[in-house]
């Protein structure tokens, strides 16, 4: 039977446009009727055929670097335009090195691993049920390569080019999490230097399968000075797969070619067996020629733990055998391992639970683990942030306990989500080194701030700042409230020094009244004074003018932050009692004195409206004046003419 023949070419040349796709995990997508992406229906353009892209001379490089932070620096391929033809466009070119710098925004391999399972997950809306990770073999040289292979709805030959472009994104709904067009291309390229990605696809009755190839290695060797990305389509409403012609059955078997030359399989009949396992509808991604640390080793170590994907450089396994015992329970805990245990990482990377969907791990389903379930005493607080339209009402509740190690295990900090998706985990808002808020955990979904584009950390706005803020004040408060519960001690006075995060100065000597401390007291050290010392009466200035004040007379230069009490003096200082001010006691009134400002400063936004709002409606006011007065004079003038 004869091929198929329709008008867009077959290779695609990688340019930006203004939207993006979803991938490692296929996704469906608005489609159109031509399927080719914009770069290839520009008409007028003068293109070259395929082959002739593809065969262009290799360049006199250096030593190819597997490294991913040095395979950037290479000799850059130089060519010569042709003139376009009279009021034709140039189209915007994108250089290979491009894909590289792009993906160096993923510092963290896991982070470029957790940008494809977004993909998959946000396919669960088209009715995906699984996300398989794996490790497989390249039969032509033996070396691993990574395997994302999920059920989703899958990409036609479309949606497979708009996938291939940069910062293109049909991701608007409120509920996915990939939004800005370029996952696939930086995560991609940051784990390997290649990938090939089949997907199958049902629209409008019309089945389809698609082979793409993104290749930096291809690029690169080929000197090619834009991104050529081959790709081959196929027809499978009827009982066999018919090839899509899009130019000529020459392009598309030089694509074919490419293909095959520069990915991990040698025949067509290879290529189409990637089919069998997808089913229907799905999309598989192959990471292949995967990049390795300054030691010439690969980054994922897929030895270490059989049902696990690990990050080399942080997982030391035989040396953890030689540490102290309070040392391996801290680096037994999850806080610890998501740095280097990918099911570990993954079991914590979404924060609602999975209805009807999986995500296997090296033929595991990884089970989702929610600290928030586990914490002592728990407590959930709503913050409500100071947002305009259309989060004027985004409230975030957040869940804060302790974790159930406490007080053996020194783990702290909030887990922040954005759009279901964990952006920081276990971040710690209180000071290092201060005993108040150990073993604090909280969890909590933001998505009233905005995350950076590689999805592991949120961008310094000022609703940063006040949530951070917040989420201090709410550690304190909390730990304030609940220490006791779990056998948290406050040091004892003399002890409770700035090192351990307590006093800025100690107390000096020993009286006869520091001796005949309650046993109560005793026990607690500073636990008397501490529900004292926390009371924000004072504010930092006048705490210097305090301070001023008594060394000129001769007193402790810091006195209690609290009201004269009986025993005390005019100025508020205990008679023979050495007196200290807490650090952390500091940090809070400051938090308070800080969340004033942010108020007033709202207010006095909200007021410099008003009066804009009251400036325009005077000036309006003044010109229906300015307008009728002028009427009212017309109309005099009028009425003196016809008398």
Not at 110 to 129: H, K, P, R, S, W
Not at 350 to 375: S, T, V, W
Not at 608 to 634: D, F, G, H, M, P
Request: charged share 25%.
């Amino acid at each position: 039977m004869p091929s198929k023949n329709e008008n867009p070419q077959d290779v695609v040349e990688l340019t930006s446009s203004d939207d993006e796709d979803n991938v490692a995990a296929g996704a469906t997508r608005p489609q159109v009727n031509a399927p080719a992406s914009k770069a290839t229906t520009q008409q007028n353009v003068p293109r070259q055929s395929a082959a002739a892209i593809a065969s262009s001379p290799p360049v006199n490089e250096a030593p190819e670097s597997r490294s991913f932070w040095k395979a950037g620096t290479y000799a850059a391929n130089i060519t010569i335009k042709s003139t376009p033809v009279q009021g034709s466009l140039e189209h915007a070119r994108v250089h290979p090195k491009f894909l590289h710098s792009n993906a160096t925004s993923h510092k963290w391999a896991f982070g470029a691993i957790a940008e494809l399972l977004d993909n998959a997950v946000d396919e669960v809306q088209n009715g995906a049920t699984f996300v398989k990770v794996d490790r497989v073999n390249i039969m032509k040289d033996n070396s691993p390569a990574l395997v994302f292979l999920d059920d989703g709805g899958g990409m036609d030959p479309e949606s497979l080019r708009k996938c291939m472009s940069l910062g293109y994104s049909t991701k608007k709904a409120n509920k996915t999490i990939g939004q800005y067009g370029n996952g696939f291309k930086t995560s991609t390229m940051r784990l390997g230097a290649d990938v090939i990605v089949f997907s199958r696809a049902t629209h409008e009755s019309k089945a389809t399968q698609s082979i793409g190839l993104l290749s930096y290695t291809y690029l690169r060797k080929t000197g090619q000075d834009d991104v050529i990305v081959p790709m081959i389509d196929f027809d499978i409403s009827g009982h066999w797969a018919e090839p899509i012609i899009y130019s000529s059955q020459d392009d598309w078997s030089f694509n074919l070619k490419t293909i095959l030359e520069w990915s991990p399989f040698a025949s067509k009949s290879e290529l189409l067996q990637q089919f069998e396992d997808i089913g229907p509808h799905g999309t598989k991604v192959i990471i292949y020629n995967l990049w390795m640390n300054d030691e010439g080793v690969y980054e994922l170590s897929f030895d270490d733990d059989e049902e696990d994907i690990c990050l080399r450089d942080e997982a030391n396994p035989g040396s953890l055998k030689k540490l102290p015992k309070k040392v391996l329970e801290r680096q037994s805990h999850i806080s610890y391992r998501i740095r280097y245990s990918l099911r570990a990482y993954a079991s914590m990377l979404y924060l609602g639970k999975f209805d009807n969907f999986k995500i296997i791990l090296r033929g595991k389903p990884i089970q989702q683990f929610h600290i928030a379930d586990e914490l002592k005493f728990p407590k959930v607080i709503s913050y409500r942030p100071q947002v305009s339209a259309p989060l004027k009402d985004a409230t975030a509740e957040t869940t804060i306990g302790f974790i159930k190690e406490a007080p053996a295990l020194s783990v702290s900090g909030f887990n922040v989500y954005h759009k279901n998706r964990l952006i920081r985990p276990f971040w710690k808002v209180t000071g290092d080194g201060s005993l108040k808020g150990n073993g604090v955990v909280g969890v909590l979904e933001a998505n009233f701030i905005e995350p950076t584009h590689d999805k592991q950390d949120f961008e310094r706005s000022t609703l940063f700042v006040r949530l951070e803020s917040k989420l201090k004040q709410m550690t304190l408060e909390y730990w304030k409230a609940y220490y006791h519960l779990i056998g948290h001690q406050l040091p004892a006075s003399s002890s409770y020094n700035m090192e351990s995060g307590g006093s800025v100065l100690s107390p000096v000597g020993h009286g006869p009244d520091m001796q005949k401390q309650p046993a109560d007291q005793h026990k607690l050290g500073l636990a008397s004074n501490f529900q004292e010392d926390m009371h924000l009466d004072v504010p930092s200035v006048a705490l210097q003018g305090k301070v001023r004040h008594n060394l000129e007379n001769g007193k402790p230069a810091v006195q209690p932050i609290i009201g004269i009490a009986e025993g005390h003096d005019s100025d508020g200082t205990p008679e023979g009692h050495p007196v200290t001010i807490s650090a952390d006691q500091i940090c809070e009134e400051n938090i308070q004195l800080f969340i004033k400002c942010e108020e007033h400063l709202q207010r006095e936004t909200e007021i410099n409206q008003l009066i804009e709002l009251l400036e325009k409606e005077v000036t309006q006011a003044k010109l229906k004046c300015a307008k009728l007065s002028a009427y009212v004079e017309a109309r005099k003038k009028q009425k003196t003419m016809e008398q």
